[in-house]
């Protein structure tokens, strides 16, 4: 995943990380990538929504939050 991105440290690249990880079934680092990106923006909605989305996924697998 890391080889498709540019190397700026955006919200916006994490976010596109995410979507990637999560497209792969790597929810664990889409979440990571979720984070990272409200990290740089906290109020970002699109991380927030993106990350809601991806723990209700978790949850439905029977994953640990």
Do not use: W
Not at 19 to 31: E, H, N, S, T
């Amino acid at each position: 995943l890391y080889s498709e991105a540019s190397f700026l440290d955006t919200p916006e690249i994490h976010i596109e990380l995410a979507k990637k990880a999560r497209a792969k079934g790597d929810l664990d680092l889409a979440l990571k990538e979720y984070d990272l990106a409200l990290e740089r923006d906290p109020n970002l909605r699109a991380a927030k929504e993106g990350r809601a989305q991806v723990e209700a996924e978790r949850a439905a697998k029977g994953a640990k939050p």
